[in-house]
């Protein structure tokens, strides 16, 4: 029992002094020679002279020195490299990630760069890293997540990336890879994240894109992808964002994208998509899946209308269709978008009028349905409350300027210039409008006087109501502490009917550096209008035709009479 009792004593002490030194075993058992080799290389590979090392205040481990101590090679995981993680027991480590982000690694991956076999995290992120991908990336098999976005990488991915069936990131975004998306990449079956945006790839979407059934997220824009997208991407049941703009794609849209349930974002302008009528499908009352927050068409060259089914797109947040050669009138299913926060239609060939129930959409901060042919009264946005850019312009829009719309205090931008406006404009801008920048009323047929509030708007840089049948005295308010901190730095009032003379208080804008007052029935002596460019910045004034009487002495801004 002795003998027993010794043994037992032995092994325990034994045991004691491993665990005790246990730093010692992990000094002395170091990751494979192969992996330091790889390390080795990378570090001369991407003059790792120059990285930009953390400073030990920072705690991220110790600076990469290749130097043997006491005749042993060094240990990166024992000693905690900066930017290396690793796994495995006290006798056996491994590397099992390398993460050097921002670390201004400037060079090439070397091949030897695949020996980290057991490697499960490779993030070379937001450095100086060019040439190509090393073409045995397919050996990191048990690799989760590949980040080399923001470097300079050229040349094509690797046929080998298929073999990376564990991969669920790869973000290869902001770089110059050209070539085509490799067919093979249709093996990464876990894969969630696929970003190869910003890039310089050509040719069309592999159809084996279909069996990447995992992925949630497809950032493709800024590319030179073409030919048409693949009907296989409706097999993609958790595809949640899909972001192909600034190609080249052509043809139709895929029907098939109605089976997308998941959809939230399509973001597909700047191609050339040859057959709008399949958007029509995007559309479809006979789907659920349609729960977009954000639509952009824009700049396809649509030749039908949008549906009145768009009005089913319950979660729709932004809905962006510029410049698309869509016609039609607007559906009255749009006031059913309730979440619809940006309504861009401008540059279009929409006629009718402007859908009266329009106004409940509560939370529109932008509607622009500038440069249409859209006709009747503009109904009522009372409702409108978070409204900030109401832009009409350009349009044969008719009627009186609702006074409600004077009412909405966050509105920054006024734009209904080039329309057939009649009646007065609303009275009730003034001082409570404190957003409001730019109120651009011209060329329409509005009459009656303007109202001396408009020239005490706080926050006002350009004011335009040039071409209108407006008519009487300028007057101003009488607010001398808000007129000398006003913002206007352009007022054109220019081919109306205005009489008079010009106030003296006009000089009061401290900012005011373009003054159009031409083609109207305004008089007195010029020199009020020297006094007025004394006090002002102006740089400009044109007060051609009308009825001033006088001489005219300025010398250092350029003057129209």
């Known amino acids: ?21 246990g730093y010692l075993a992990l000094t002395v058992t170091a990751v494979s020679p192969a992996e330091l080799s790889a390390l080795n290389d990378i570090y001369n590979s991407a003059n790792g002279y120059a990285w930009a090392w953390r400073p030990p205040i920072f705690q991220q481990g110790a600076v990469w020195d290749f130097t043997p101590s006491n005749g042993e090679p060094p240990d990166p995981c024992a000693e905690s490299w900066q930017g290396v993680t690793c796994g495995g027991g006290v006798f056996n480590s491994f590397i099992t990630g390398l993460r050097l982000t921002r670390y201004n690694l400037t060079g090439t991956m070397p091949e030897s760069l695949c020996n980290l076999t057991r490697l499960e995290n490779l993030e070379l992120q937001i450095n100086r890293m060019y040439g190509s991908i090393p073409s045995r990336i397919g050996d990191l098999q048990g690799l989760t ?23 669920q990131s790869l973000w290869l975004y902001y770089n110059s890879i050209s070539g085509s998306i490799p067919e093979t990449i249709g093996h990464l079956h876990l894969l969630t994240m696929l970003e190869l945006d910003s890039n310089s790839l050509t040719g069309g979407i592999p159809s084996s894109i279909g069996q990447m059934t995992s992925l949630d997220s497809i950032y493709l824009y800024d590319n030179r992808l073409s030919n048409s997208i693949p009907s296989e991407i409706g097999l993609l049941q958790n595809l949640v964002k899909f972001v192909v703009f600034s190609n080249a794609f052509t043809g139709s849209l895929p029907s098939s994208l109605t089976q997308c349930t998941s959809l939230e974002e399509l973001l597909l302008n700047v191609n050339k998509v040859s057959k709008p009528c399949s958007v029509c499908h995007l559309f479809s009352i006979d789907i659920d899946c349609y729960i977009f927050f954000i639509l952009i068409l824009s700049y396809f060259k649509f030749t039908g209308s949008i549906p009145e089914d768009i009005g089913d797109l319950s979660l729709l947040v932004n809905l962006y269709l510029y410049e698309t050669f869509v016609t039609g009138t607007i559906p009255s299913s749009v006031s059913k978008l309730e979440n619809l926060v940006v309504l861009g239609l401008s540059n279009n060939l929409l006629e009718g009028s402007l859908p009266d129930d329009i106004g409940v ?95 005490c708007l706080p926050a006002v840089v350009q004011l335009e109501l040039r071409i209108n049948l407006l008519s009487g005295p300028l007057t101003m308010c009488n607010d001398s502490a808000l007129l000398s901190s006003s913002l206007l730095g352009t007022l054109d009032l220019s081919s109306n009917l205005f009489q008079g003379t010009i106030p003296p208080t006009m000089g009061s804008f401290q900012h005011l550096h373009y003054l159009i007052l031409s083609d109207n029935q305004l008089d007195g002596p010029l020199d009020n209008l020297y006094n007025v460019s004394q006090q002002a910045v102006l740089s400009v004034i044109d007060v051609s035709d009308n009825f001033f009487s006088g001489r005219y002495k300025f010398t250092e801004i350029g003057v129209t009479c």
Do not use: R
């Open 361 to 455: 959409l509560g939370k529109l901060e932008i509607l622009d349905i500038s440069f249409n042919f859209l006709t009747g009264m503009v109904p009522t946005l009372a409702n409108l409350t978070s409204l900030e850019y109401l832009m009409l312009h350009v349009n044969q829009l008719s009627g009186t300027i609702p006074n409600d719309v004077a009412q909405l205090t966050t509105l920054v931008i006024v734009d209904m210039i080039g329309n057939d406006l009649t009646g007065t404009v609303p009275s009730g801008w003034g001082v409570d409008m404190v957003n409001l920048q730019f109120l651009l009323l011209g060329e329409n047929m509005l009459t009656g006087t303007l109202p001396a509030s408009y020239l």
């Open 1 to 21: 029992m002795s003998s027993l009792s010794s043994m037992c004593t032995m092994f325990l002490s034994l045991t004691y002094l491993i665990f005790f030194n």
């Open 145 to 167: 997540n590949l980040d080399l976005n923001n470097n300079f990488l050229t040349s094509s991915i690797p046929v080998g990336v298929g073999n990376l069936t564990t991969l």
